[in-house]
Antibody
């Protein structure tokens, strides 16, 4: 059973960079897309972006100028960086896997990131 | 940018059929997925590729997608099905979610 676990600071200051890591357990990291999805409290889901282990990435156009993703296959981890954060970036951040079906079949438990000084 | 529109809320009596719609331009030409999210939990995939159920998802969950509308149908709705439901599709390699529908079973 594939397991995903997000990790990173729970508090980030405005204008700084949010950095999160997702660790994949009990499964291959290759041949899948790995996405970041966020959800502000009481609101809906927003897709941030995805990447393959080959390095191919797709980002949400609304966040593209501030987002970067990377992967460390040896550690079975992929990472998210979101720069110049504001209070509007406060949300629960999820990592998720998608395969050839293009659906998100495995999700992490989510991690709350608060942007505040 | 591409948008998916869902009703904010749907109510259903136990044992009855609930239908949740998701509308988007030419959505029927794309594959749609549906996710169930209960309070404090991560979303769970309940329908993928418009009509398919992942292993472990009850048969009462079904989906369809045609024209501009995808529909999630829950037959014989149970109290445990009360949750938020999100549709999702891809538009030019960009993931898009609907705004979510709160399903109330009462």
């Amino acid at each position: 059973q594939v397991q995903l676990q997000e990790s990173g600071p729970g508090l980030v200051k405005p204008s700084e960079t949010l950095s999160l890591t997702c660790t994949v357990s009990d499964g291959s990291i290759s041949s899948y897309y790995w996405s970041w999805i966020r959800q502000p409290a009481g609101k809906g889901l927003e897709w941030i972006g995805r990447m393959l282990t080959s390095g191919n990435t797709n980002y949400n156009p609304s966040l593209k100028s501030r987002v970067s993703m990377s992967v460390d296959t040896s550690k079975k981890q992929f990472s998210l960086k979101l720069s110049s954060v504001t209070a509007a970036d406060t949300a629960v951040y999820y990592c998720a896997r998608s395969d050839y079906t293009a659906s998100f079949d495995y999700w992490g438990q989510g991690t709350l990131v608060t942007v505040s000084s | 940018s591409y948008e998916l529109t869902q009703p904010l809320s749907v109510s259903v009596s136990p044992g009855q059929t609930a239908s949740i719609t998701c509308s988007g331009d030419k959505l029927g030409e794309k594959y749609g997925s549906w996710y169930q999210q209960k309070p404090g939990q991560s979303p769970v995939l309940v329908i993928y590729q418009d009509t398919k159920r992942p292993s472990g998802i009850p048969e009462r969950f079904s989906g369809s997608n045609s024209g501009n509308t995808a529909t999630l149908t829950i037959s014989g709705t149970q109290a445990m099905d009360e949750a938020d439901y999100y549709c999702q599709a891809w538009d030019s390699s960009t993931g898009v979610f609907g705004g979510g529908t709160k399903l109330t079973v009462l």
